[in-house]
């Protein structure tokens, strides 16, 4: 041990006399950045690399109790230091036998390496003559490490001085002088702070300036800084002192140097301080000081002592590498190295030089790559947070060069390096494979078998590097794109991609395979994929067929049959037979390119003829007067154009006229639909035109629900019967208007004759016969059925514009006004009968009686309007009826003309509508206007029934059928959910505007529901509440204010208290709606803005009775009737229609008998605790019926 460190005398003249000086050879590149995190401390590579050798010094020299042997420099040494230092070399013989006869290493051997003396050919002492002599190596490890990492000797002594120092403790410093002294150090390097005890054993004295000083002692300083306050082995408390203290002697050490030497008060707080700190352990105990042990500090520190591993000539690994390596293992105590972090600084130091060599020397390539399946070994072993730390930033270093030259191997690898790719791959996967494997914890979530690492890298390489080789070859190509003839450009870019797949095949592919096996077929998937983006471009930017274009389509679809080719030879042994691989090289299909190419030229022809019609229709004027048969000369012209077009397209040099013929087709379809869209804009509506009618005009009787349509919002300034206004100003006249219904017709009847050209045209295309035959679709179905909807919408329109707007004025401001026999309908028939003439001398004859018949509705919609919703100015006794239906007849003769006109059964049923009773003919104005009418009933035949009388008078009706039985609470719940899906279904407002509940019954005997309660009650009671309380929701959503009828009856005064004998079961349930429709009035009126009414029909001649006797029911008939007490329905439902169309004022009253009559019930239904203690009981019941629905379900 004695000569493991040499007089710095002797190392000078051995220097000299061999010509050995430490090396400052600069690396053929740059070194890559340290992987471990910044200290946060400015200590340079220089600083650390002499504290690293001083902790090396410190654990060599304390290392088996070996004594320490100081030669000073002043003064030869004498015999007797001499015969002592024979002894020490004695004593560590196994540190310091000769380096040039050391045997061949054992490390090297294992890392791959070869010795440095084979590999050059020779040893370092051998010569020959007229050779110069290459410098002689150091002779003992010791100088050898001194040498490698950079210690100049004058800092060397200083180290071996300070350590003498240290171990003499209290021996007088005069014993110094003695020519040799040998002692044995007291206390071991871990138990020391090394940096302490050199600022306590130097002075300014002990350097050549005092700026060297200044700066050992800054070097030391910030070392107890780094390991003690930012990088301590124990994690530091806030509130500690000591750590408090030391920043702040540190601080102020910084600013002003400290005073140092044995003696210095300055240095004793400093020892106090920083023993203090040094002395903590995670367990308690204080065995060691821990000082340069804590992350990173250990790691920076022990980097620069393996450094010493390689040459600094040509970051070869030393021959004497085993004996390195033992010595850097006595600084593990200290350093808080183990074997692991051993071989992760290790493999970094290998691969770094390997990157320092210019990526040239195969043989440290191959160690790092050995060494790093140590590291591998080692992650799986350990979950230590500080060693997967230090593991995850080195691997990624690591992972990051590797991946920045493979994911563009075509720019990085060639034939003359193609030899280092295999270890870069392999280091890059294995460090991948750690990292996702050790490390990630997503991949620890998930099945390990999910997760090929090694595959999905080489993956990503050779899609990244196909990419990158693919772009600059096109980067080649782009300076040609610019010439008038580019199709060439493609050709010779699919011969380069050919070419760039066969060498990926031949000298990548071989190596990859390695961790992937379809590599080859990998490449040419993503050759394929970013070929065909380019080569859909091309094709996108061409307009039409031309001999270069079939060039380019033929080259493509030769690279394409090369690509698929490799791709199903490497593909040959994989478990889906390249399936995988195949799908993801769709065809490029010469034939689809060409189609593509027709396509585009439809959608020009189709766009320009769409930009034909936006351009003449803005135009055209609609006069009667531009051809004999009164329609648009734009239509003529538009016809013309698409002739022409199906000629071109047949001229065209394709072979699927027939497959591309529907494209065709259906562009032009959707532009005839267009022009036949744009005829009837701009006309409005027949809403448009239609006044609006008071909020819930008489409706229906029977328990119906009226919903209004979703429509937009009409502007009201145009709207209201009471002066004519409409809903905008139409600038279109009459003749117009037919002009507009002649083009639709037209167009109508020339499809038939486009349909015909195209079957001449396709029986002279090969091939297309067979189409023909099979069905193949070339009508032009949108068109047809936008001019039939058109021609049914511009009869409406006009009809009503006619009607509302043109005669508004007479219908609003002249009929029924004042006097009705002064004021009766005259005037409208001398105002209609020229219109009759223009429609009748203008319109196509072919929809001229559609045009009339709409006329002739719209007006008897008007006639019935003035009569229902004439408004204040007008007024109607019993005798004005006859005046009135003399008018309509009047009405009616005008559109029969005397058998010139309308057939005569058209002009009834529309005539019918009118005159069926004032009740039915709102109800079917209300459902023209877009109201929909919802019917329940318990009887499917009378539901039919009902639906199909309101059709049969109103054909466009908006009328919907259920079947509900209100005994049953399930049939209840079943009604709930399909009127609800019918109103989404329907894009309906989710809202009901008025609730009629009209069910009763009388029973001959006592009968139980499926519920359990009483038949009779539960149908006239227990049903409507449970109906009502399921509605509320829809109720509360209407936009307009809302309203619920019960009917009653006057039988209910009958019954002085609640009882529920079967003797008073029939006036109890009308006492039991009146206070329900009571207790619903208080409780909704005024938080809701829901009104509530009562109506009593009075004696009525309905279906009640039907289960009673038949004899007894027909008397009971002809007493009321002999009587005059029984009425119609016709006439019995004036009191619901009442309560339906009364002032919400009128909420919570009681309708009698017609005619806006309010009376008082009984007084026990005015009885408020009766009423809550009822609505208690219902409420309990109803949940109790819903806990029975649910257990049923889930039972």
């Not at 306590?200 to 000083?213: C, G, M, R, T, V």
């Not at 352990?281 to 920076?300: K, M, R, V, Y």
């Not at 494209?663 to 809403?687: E, F, H, N, P, W």
């Amino acid at each position: 041990m004695a000569r493991l460190f040499r007089d710095p005398r002797r190392d000078s003249a051995s220097s000299s006399s061999n010509g050995f000086a430490p090396p400052a050879a600069s690396p053929a590149a740059s070194a890559l950045p340290s992987p471990f995190s910044d200290l946060g401390v400015q200590l340079s590579p220089a600083e650390l690399r002499e504290t690293a050798y001083e902790v090396l010094v410190a654990a060599s020299r304390t290392t088996g109790g070996k004594p320490l042997t100081y030669i000073p420099q002043a003064g030869p040494a004498s015999p007797a230091s001499a015969s002592s230092a024979s002894s020490a070399n004695s004593s560590s013989s196994s540190l310091q036998r000769s380096l040039t006869s050391a045997a061949a290493s054992k490390m090297k051997k294992a890392l791959g390496l070869k010795s440095s003396a084979s590999s050059k050919g020779g040893s370092p002492g051998s010569g020959g003559a007229g050779v110069k002599a290459a410098p002689r190596r150091p002779a003992t490890v010791g100088e050898l490490m001194r040498a490698q990492m950079r210690v100049s000797e004058p800092a060397d002594a200083r180290i071996r001085r300070g350590l003498l120092r240290i171990a003499a403790g209290q021996v007088d410093v005069n014993m110094l002088n003695m020519n040799f002294m040998s002692i044995y150090l007291g206390r071991r390097a871990e138990a020391m702070v090394l940096p302490l005890e050199f600022l306590q054993q130097f002075k300014a004295s002990d350097f050549p300036d005092l700026q060297e000083h200044d700066a050992w002692q800054g070097r030391n300083l910030k070392l107890i800084e780094a390991g003690l306050l930012v990088h301590p082995f124990v994690p530091l408390n806030k509130s500690d002192s000591s750590a408090q203290r030391l920043k702040q002697i540190i601080r102020g050490a910084y600013d002003r140097p400290l005073e140092t030497g044995k003696n210095s008060e300055s240095m004793q707080v400093l020892r106090t301080a920083v023993t203090s700190l040094a002395g903590r352990s995670h367990d308690g105990t204080s065995d060691g000081c821990h000082w340069a042990d804590g992350f990173p500090l250990n790691l920076h520190l022990y980097q620069m002592l393996v450094e010493a591993c390689f040459d600094s000539d040509d970051s070869t690994v030393v021959d004497e590498i085993d004996e390195v390596i033992e010595l850097l293992k006595k600084t593990w105590v200290i350093l808080g190295i183990n074997q692991m972090l051993h071989n992760l600084c290790f493999a970094w130091a290998l691969f770094n030089h390997f990157v320092m060599s210019g990526q040239v020397d195969i043989e440290l390539l191959s160690a790092a790559e050995n060494q790093l399946v140590e590291v591998a070994k080692d992650a799986k072993t350990t979950k230590d947070p500080n060693y997967c730390k230090v593991l995850s930033s080195t691997l990624s270093s690591i992972m990051g060069w590797t991946e920045k030259r493979l994911l563009a191997y075509h720019e990085t690898f060639n034939t003359s390096n193609i030899e280092s790719m295999q270890g870069i791959v392999s280091i890059g996967v294995t460090a991948a494979k750690v990292l996702v494997e050790d490390i990630s914890h997503e991949y620890r979530r998930r099945r390990k078998e999910e997760t090929d690492v090694a595959r999905s890298r080489i993956e990503t390489y050779v899609r990244s590097s196909l990419r990158t080789a693919f772009a600059q070859r096109m980067e080649e190509a782009d300076s040609k794109r610019s010439s008038r003839n580019p199709t060439p450009v493609m050709s010779i870019l699919a011969k380069d991609i050919g070419d760039l797949a066969i060498k990926e095949k031949n000298l990548y592919s071989p190596i990859l395979k390695t961790w992937h096996p379809l590599a080859s077929g990998v490449a040419v998937a993503t050759l394929h994929s970013c070929y065909g983006s380019e080569l859909k471009q091309f094709i996108a930017g061409l307009t039409e067929l031309t001999p270069e274009t079939v060039q380019v389509l033929k080259s493509a679809d030769k690279l394409e049959k090369d690509l698929v080719n490799i791709a199903v030879e490497d593909s040959v042994d994989s478990d889906d037979g390249g399936k995988s691989l195949i799908r993801e090289m769709p065809p490029y299909e010469a034939e689809n390119a060409i189609a593509n190419l027709v396509k585009l030229w439809i959608k020009e022809r189709v766009d320009r003829l769409k930009g034909w019609v936006d351009r003449n229709l803005k135009q055209e004027t609609w006069s009667p007067g531009a051809n004999r048969d009164n329609f648009a000369p734009s239509s003529v012209e538009m016809l013309r154009i698409i002739g022409e077009t199906l000629d071109a397209f047949f001229e065209l040099p394709i072979p699927m006229h027939p497959a591309l013929l529907p494209d065709l087709t259906a562009g032009l379809d959707r532009s005839l639909q267009l022009y036949v869209s744009k005829a009837k804009s701009g006309c409005g509506s027949r809403s448009s035109f239609m006044p609006e009618l008071p909020p819930l005009t008489r409706c229906e009787v029977g328990s119906k629900l009226l919903f209004k349509k979703k429509e937009k919002p009409q502007n009201p300034q145009h709207r209201g019967p009471q002066n004519g206004a409409t809903n905008g100003t139409d600038p279109l006249g009459l003749p117009q208007l037919c002009v507009r219904l002649n083009t639709l017709q037209y167009i109508r009847s020339e499809l038939e004759n486009l349909e015909k050209k195209i079957k001449t045209c396709l029986r002279n295309v090969e091939s297309a016969q067979a189409d023909i035959t099979n069905g193949l679709e070339f009508k032009f179905e949108l068109c047809q059925a936008a001019c039939q909807e058109g021609i049914q919408h511009l009869c409406e329109t006009t009809a009503y514009k006619v009607t509302f707007f043109d005669l508004g004025h007479i219908l609003w401001d002249t009929l029924y006004i004042a006097d009705i026999a002064s004021s009766r309908v005259d005037l409208l028939l001398r105002e209609l009968d020229p219109i009759l003439e223009t429609i009748s001398g203008t319109v196509h004859i072919k929809v001229r009686n559609r045009a009339i018949t709409a006329l002739m509705k719209a007006t008897f919609d008007g006639f019935l309007l003035v009569i229902l919703a004439g408004g204040p100015l007008r007024a109607f006794t019993r005798q004005d009826s006859q005046i009135i239906e003399g008018d309509f007849r009047s009405l009616r003769d005008l559109f029969l003309a005397d058998g010139d006109g309308l057939p005569e059964e058209l002009v009834d049923k529309a005539s019918s509508q009118a005159t069926s009773g004032l009740g039915r003919a709102a109800a079917a104005a209300l459902a023209r206007e877009g109201y929909h009418v919802v019917l329940a009933g318990r009887s499917a035949q009378l539901l039919s029934e009902t639906a199909k009388e309101i059709h049969r008078q109103q054909p466009d009706a908006c009328l919907e059928a259920f079947q509900v039985d209100l005994s049953s609470h399930r049939s209840i719940k079943k009604f709930e959910a399909s009127l609800n899906q019918w109103i989404r279904d329907s894009n309906l407002e989710p809202s009901i505007q008025l609730l009629i509940n009209n069910a009763g019954m009388l029973a001959k005997s006592h009968r139980v529901t499926e519920d359990g309660i009483d038949e009779v009650m539960q149908t006239n009671y227990i049903g409507p509440f449970i109906l009502t309380s399921i509605l509320l929701p829809l109720l509360k959503n209407s936009l307009v204010p809302s309203r619920v009828v019960n009917l009653t009856s006057f039988t209910h005064r009958c019954v002085s208290e609640i009882d529920v004998s079967e003797e008073a079961l029939q006036g109890v349930k009308f006492v039991c709606l009146l206070m329900f429709s009571y207790e619903l009035h208080r409780q909704l009126h005024i938080s809701s803005g829901i009104s509530v009414m009562a109506a009593d029909p009075g004696v009525v001649e309905t279906r009640i009775m039907r289960e009673l006797p038949p004899c007894l029911s027909r008397f009971a008939f002809f007493i009321l009737r002999t009587l005059n007490l029984l009425q119609q329905p016709d006439t019995g439902i004036d009191a619901v229609l009442d309560a339906a169309l009364a002032p919400r004022e009128a909420s919570g009253k009681y309708f009698f008998g017609g005619k806006g009559r309010t009376i008082r019930s009984s007084v026990l239904s005015y009885d408020i605790e009766i009423a809550k203690k009822l609505w208690a009981a219902s409420s309990a019941l109803l949940r109790e019926l819903r806990l029975r629905d649910c257990e049923s379900r889930t039972g």
